[in-house]
């Protein structure tokens, strides 16, 4: 079945093996009540890892049973992410996600050389999925939120990312539109040179299952009376399942825009590491929260 509403991925993630979630130093209401919300829907088992007499007063503060949680306590912040990356590390959880540690602490965690999560010469990469009320399915976006400026193969590498996420979500053969300023093939950007070279490596069968159209701008690529308009012909013109975008300036706004101004339902995770990794804000909805563990869910192996 293809998932059009992030909620969907609850019902499929019921019918499987929960997954094991551990928090990375989870000493906040935000994080706490996230991953109660997502073991409550029955989506994941969790495991909460940081000072254990704040988590404690944390749950009590919010009426939340803390016996549905393994706690395992460590006080310091960047202990606590070493740590949960050594339990990942041994198998004994699928899914990681940040808690109350800045962002820079819990990436050095990740990409530490020898308790991290992540392979030589590996691209981690962010990946959205965004539930807009004014597109007819579901958005696979990336990268919003590690690479500045990715070059030709680390694009090949978000290709391939939005493409795995997208095919877990039910679609058998994605659409993908490299993102440029216009469709218009202009070798003085260097954005349309990359996304050409990498829609005919598609075409001719070096890059497989999906469809990629590239340079394609954005309305082009998801709206299907402005492609009419301008004689856009392809299968991708008006209903792409994925975007990648030339920069993160672009995917970054295109993010915020989503969420801000059409009140989009976004779920969000790095892919790259040995296992999805959540990395949520505090300015994220409730919802965000849910939504990126369930998506990270429905990633683990």
């Given at each position: 079945?293809?998932?059009r ?29 996230a ?48 740590m ?7 198998g ?79 679609v ?8 440029t ?11 349309c ?11 001719r ?22 492609a ?7 299968p ?44 949520s ?14 998506l990270?869910?429905?990633m683990?192996?």
């Amino acid at each position: 079945m293809e998932i059009r509403k992030l909620e969907q991925m609850f019902e499929v993630l019921r019918s499987k093996p929960k997954k094991r979630l551990v928090a990375a130093f989870a000493n906040d209401d935000h994080t706490i009540c996230a991953v109660n919300a997502a073991v409550d829907e029955g989506l994941i088992d969790a495991t909460l890892l940081g000072d254990e007499y704040t988590i404690a007063e944390v749950c009590k503060a919010e009426n939340i049973d803390i016996s549905k949680f393994t706690i395992i306590h460590e006080p310091v912040d960047v202990k606590a992410a070493a740590m949960a990356c050594d339990l990942i590390n041994a198998g004994e959880a699928d899914i990681l996600m940040k808690g109350l540690l800045p962002t820079d602490k819990y990436m050095r965690a990740i990409l530490n050389k020898e308790r991290g999560l992540c392979p030589p010469n590996v691209t981690l990469a962010h990946v959205a999925v965004i539930e807009n009320p004014n597109y007819h399915k579901l958005m696979v976006a990336s990268d919003c939120a590690i690479i500045p400026l990715p070059d030709i193969k680390q694009k090949q590498q978000l290709l391939k990312y939005v493409v795995d996420v997208a095919k877990a979500l039910g679609v058998s053969t994605p659409k993908v539109a490299m993102i440029t300023a216009t469709e218009q093939m202009s070798a003085n950007i260097p954005a349309c040179v990359d996304a050409a070279i990498i829609s005919k490596m598609n075409e001719r069968g070096q890059i497989k299952g999906c469809v990629v159209e590239g340079p394609i701008s954005l309305d082009l690529a998801t709206d299907a009376e402005t492609a009419a308009i301008k004689g856009m012909k392809s299968p991708v013109a008006g209903d792409a399942d994925c975007l990648v975008f030339p920069n993160l300036e672009a995917s970054n706004v295109f993010y915020k825009c989503c969420s801000k101004f059409d009140k989009s339902e976004i779920g969000a995770m790095l892919m790259g590491a040995k296992v999805p990794c959540v990395l949520s804000s505090r300015g994220d909805t409730s919802k965000t929260k849910l939504y990126s563990i369930a998506l990270a869910a429905m990633m683990a192996k």
